[in-house]
C-alpha cells in the first residue's frame, strides 16, 4: 500500500466513484490518509460516502470515521447496514460513542448500545451520565490510574498491562486507596526514574476538572496550560476519567464554530457544507431571519413616528443607511471582541464598569474620527448645519454602540445564555432602532423641524 499522505489530488478517486469503478476506487483510497479522507468524503453526498466507506479496509475505515465529527459520523451511520454500524460503533471509544449517540435517533442509539458487550456498555453509560455539554460527557473513562504508594516497577508493569485499554499513557493521574488525586506523573518520569522509587515521590500537583463543569472551560483551561491531559473528577476529587488535548482541541474547534455561525445569524452546521441536506440549512438559518425582521420592525415604527420629520427635511433619509450601517458594524466589533476575551477568561461579568469605560473611551474616538469626517464631508456637499446633525450623530451613535456591544455579550453571561447569540444580530437590531431616534431628535433640535 501507498503510505498515506494528506496532500493529493482527488480528481481520480472522483472520478472512479462516478464511473462505479469500485475496484479502482479502493486502490486509490488506500493510499490516502484518513484525516485527507474524511475531508474527501464531507464533499461527497450521502450515498457516495457510504459506497466509499465500504471500500475501506477495517482500521482504515475506522480510523476515517474516528476523523468525523458526529453530526458527519450520524449522516454516515443512516446509510450503512446494521452489522457495519455495529462493527464501527463497537471499536469506538466510549466518549467518541456518546457524541455519535447523541446524534442518532432514539431507536439506533438503544439498539447500538444492546450489541454492546456489559464492559463497554458500562463504560458508555458512565459517559452518558453526565449533563449534555459538560466535560464529563467529553472525557474518556479509559484511564490509568497509579497508587500514590506504589513503586515505579510496579507502575510500569501496571501500564504495560493496560496498554491497549488507555486513552493515554503519557499523563498517568497519581490517586490515594480512595482513587482521589493526588497529582499527575509523566511517563518520561517513570521510564528515567529509579524502579524502586514512590510514584507519590514523582507526582507533581495536577490541574483537574469537574465532571459536571462546562467542557468548553475546562478544555480552554487544558490548552492554556499546555497540558498533554487533564484528569477528570467528582465532587469529591475522585478520578472519573480524563481529557486529552486532542479532545480539548476538538471541544474548542466545533465552539469557535458554534460561536462564529451565531455572531452570523446562523445555528452551526452538523455536517461538511457540501454533504449537509438543503433542508438543515434551511432550518439553520430560517429562525435567526425571522427574529431579525420582527427586531427589524422597530426600526419601522422609529421611521413612521418621525415621518413628519422626514417629510420636511427629505434629505436626512439619504443619511440613514450610512448611520445604522456605522452604529451596527461599530457594536458588532465591539461584541466580538468581548465575546472572545470571554472565551478566552480576560473578561468576567464583574468587568462590566471597566468594559464600559474601555468601549465607551473606544467608542468616542471612534465617532470622534468618523463623526469628524462626515461633518466636513456633508458640509461641503450639503450644508454647514446638516453636517453638524450628521457628525454629532455618528459620534454619540459610535459611543452608545460601542458600549452596548461590549456589555450585552456580559449581560448573556449572567443570564447563562451564549454571548454569541446575543451579540451581532441583535446589537444590529438595538443599534438600527435607537440610533435613528438619536439622529431625529438631534435633526429636530438643530434644524428647529
Excluded at 479496509?57 to 443512516?78: I, R
Excluded at 450623530?393 to 452596548?404: D, F
Aim: proline letters at 5%; one cysteine or more; aromatic letters at 4%.
Amino acid at each position: 500500500m501507498n503510505e498515506p499522505t494528506l496532500l493529493w489530488d482527488d480528481r481520480e478517486l472522483t472520478a472512479a466513484l462516478s464511473a462505479r469503478d469500485l475496484p479502482r476506487a479502493r486502490d486509490l483510497a488506500a493510499g490516502v490518509s484518513a484525516q485527507a479522507l474524511e475531508t474527501f468524503l464531507g464533499r461527497l453526498p450521502s450515498s457516495q460516502q457510504a459506497v466509499l466507506f465500504r471500500l475501506l479496509a477495517k482500521d482504515h475505515a475506522l480510523e476515517v470515521f474516528e476523523f468525523m465529527s458526529a453530526g458527519s459520523q450520524a449522516q454516515l451511520v443512516a446509510h450503512l447496514q446494521d452489522d457495519e454500524v455495529a462493527a464501527v460503533f463497537d471499536d469506538l471509544d466510549p466518549d467518541d460513542r456518546v457524541g455519535l449517540l447523541d446524534e442518532l435517533p432514539a431507536k439506533v442509539a438503544k439498539r447500538l448500545m444492546h450489541g454492546l458487550s456489559p464492559a463497554e456498555r458500562q463504560l458508555t453509560a458512565t459517559v452518558l451520565g453526565y449533563p449534555e455539554g459538560s466535560v464529563g460527557r467529553r472525557m474518556s473513562p479509559e484511564v490509568i490510574p497509579l497508587r500514590v504508594d506504589s513503586t515505579v516497577n510496579r507502575a510500569l508493569a501496571r501500564v504495560h498491562n493496560l496498554l491497549d485499554a488507555a486513552e493515554t499513557i503519557y499523563t498517568l493521574p497519581v490517586v490515594d486507596d480512595e482513587r482521589r488525586v493526588v497529582g499527575v506523573v509523566g511517563l518520561r518520569d517513570l521510564l528515567r526514574a529509579d524502579p524502586n522509587a514512590l510514584i507519590g515521590d514523582l507526582s507533581r500537583p495536577a490541574d483537574l476538572a469537574y465532571a459536571t463543569e462546562s467542557a468548553e472551560e475546562a478544555a480552554r483551561r487544558c490548552a492554556d496550560a499546555g497540558r498533554l491531559a487533564l484528569p477528570i473528577v467528582d465532587s469529591e476529587d475522585r478520578l472519573v476519567g480524563i481529557l486529552t488535548v486532542d479532545d480539548a482541541l476538538s471541544v474548542l474547534e466545533a465552539a469557535e464554530s458554534e460561536d462564529q455561525a451565531r455572531q452570523g445569524g446562523s445555528e452551526p452546521l452538523r455536517s461538511p457544507y457540501l454533504s449537509t441536506p438543503r433542508r438543515q440549512i434551511v432550518r439553520s438559518r430560517i429562525v435567526w431571519l425571522l427574529v431579525l425582521a420582527v427586531g427589524a420592525t422597530l426600526t419601522v415604527q422609529v421611521l413612521e413616528t418621525f415621518e413628519s420629520t422626514l417629510e420636511q427635511m427629505v434629505v436626512l433619509s439619504v443619511f440613514i443607511p450610512l448611520l445604522i450601517g456605522t452604529g451596527g458594524n461599530t457594536g458588532n466589533q465591539a461584541a466580538t471582541t468581548v465575546t472572545r476575551a470571554m472565551a478566552l477568561g480576560d473578561v468576567r461579568p464583574s468587568d462590566a464598569l471597566k468594559v464600559v469605560a474601555r468601549e465607551g473611551v473606544v467608542g468616542l474616538f471612534l465617532g470622534l474620527i468618523l463623526g469628524g469626517l462626515a461633518f466636513v464631508i456633508v458640509s461641503v456637499v450639503y450644508s454647514v448645519t446638516i453636517g453638524e446633525v450628521i457628525g454629532l450623530t455618528m459620534l454619540i451613535m459610535c459611543t452608545l454602540a460601542a458600549v452596548a456591544g461590549g456589555v450585552i455579550p456580559l449581560i448573556a453571561r449572567v443570564l447563562r445564555a451564549d454571548p454569541a447569540v446575543f451579540s451581532n444580530p441583535f446589537i444590529s437590531t438595538l443599534i438600527d432602532a435607537t440610533g435613528l431616534i438619536i439622529y431625529f431628535l438631534i435633526a429636530r433640535a438643530l434644524l428647529g423641524l
